[in-house]
């Protein structure tokens, strides 16, 4: 009677430490009969299992969590954990088929020890992630930049544009106004004082053209100093 393990050798567990790590072990029965399992450690105030024992169907597996609870300081690079984990089964026959878990256990390890089968596993204790794939997470962050570049430069382009436009619609609006205040003025020379006066007071009922910038240009000139802020600050 045997069950596998996945790993079978080593239970790997990545730094940093200060915080909850885990780590799947899968239980298999290959055999045809179910089976009981139950999982032991070397050091149980420092790793968690769930669940620590169960019963597996014929061929099927079972999937256990370890933790390794948070440490307050990551041990030294070249610490190479003692840790041990210790996997037990034994077939379930029908004289204990219908006994809870923990009773099948205290009932085998009473009459029928020499059943049970053992399987043992180390603990490794593996450097952080962010050492390992460094290099693939820096090129990542470049190729990020790029493509934010690569938008921020499209709509650039696009508000250069806008803006060339405007400033078409503000040169033929002023040439308008030129062609439009030639005959006026012209005109001005043949009209009565009186006449004169009452034009003026018309004029100044009017609204006045704004001084200044045009508001769409104040916009456009904001919306490119946002996107070189959001690129390089």
Known sequence: MAVTLEPDALLSFRRPFQRLVKENLVITNTNAFPVAFKVKTTAPKQYCVRPNSGRIEPHASSEVQVILQPM???????????????????????NVSTLSIQDLWARVEKESKDQISEHKLR???LPAEEAVNGPVEEEEDTQEIR?????????????????????????????LRSRNAEPVNKALKYVKPQDAVHQVMEKMKQPKVQEGYPAQVLVIVAIVVFLIAYLFF
């Open 147 to 175: 493509d934010k570049l690569k938008v921020a430069n499209e709509k650039i382009a696009q508000l250069q544009s806008s803006i060339d436009d405007y400033k078409r619609q503000l040169a033929q609006q002023e040439g």
């Open 123 to 125: 603990c490794l204790f």
């Open 72 to 94: 307050t300081q990551d041990p030294p690079e070249d610490f190479k954990s003692k840790d041990k984990f210790l996997v037990q089964s034994v077939r379930i026959t029908d």
